[in-house]
């Protein structure tokens, strides 16, 4: 399948597709916007997981501006997110951005 993203959100999309390869689940979606808000704006981020779940991207983006206020997803389930990162090459990818 051929995706069709903006060329500088293609990395962050592999990055997803790998540590997530049959979708994000519910557990992890908030701590994964945690993770990526972190790194990225929220609109690239709203833009980039939007393409990969197929939610409208204004429900996107009120999650990231919703977690990042007052739904914030405690450490350890962040902690999770980011092992599953680690393995599909998170370190690599913070040095592109």
């Known amino acids: 399948m051929q995706v069709t993203i ?14 997530f390869p049959d979708g994000i689940d519910s557990e992890s979606y ?5 993770m990526l808000s972190d790194e990225m704006s929220h609109r690239s981020l709203a833009q980039v997981i939007a393409h990969y779940t197929g939610k409208d991207y204004y429900l996107v983006l009120n999650d990231v501006y919703g977690m990042r206020s007052t739904d914030v997803p405690p450490s350890n389930a962040i902690d999770k997110v980011k092992q ?10 913070l040095k592109e951005e």
């Open 6 to 19: 903006a060329p500088y959100l293609l990395n962050t999309y592999k990055l997803i597709q790998c540590a």
């Open 30 to 34: 908030l701590p994964l916007l945690a």
């Open 84 to 93: 599953r990162l680690l393995s599909c090459g998170y370190e690599e990818w």
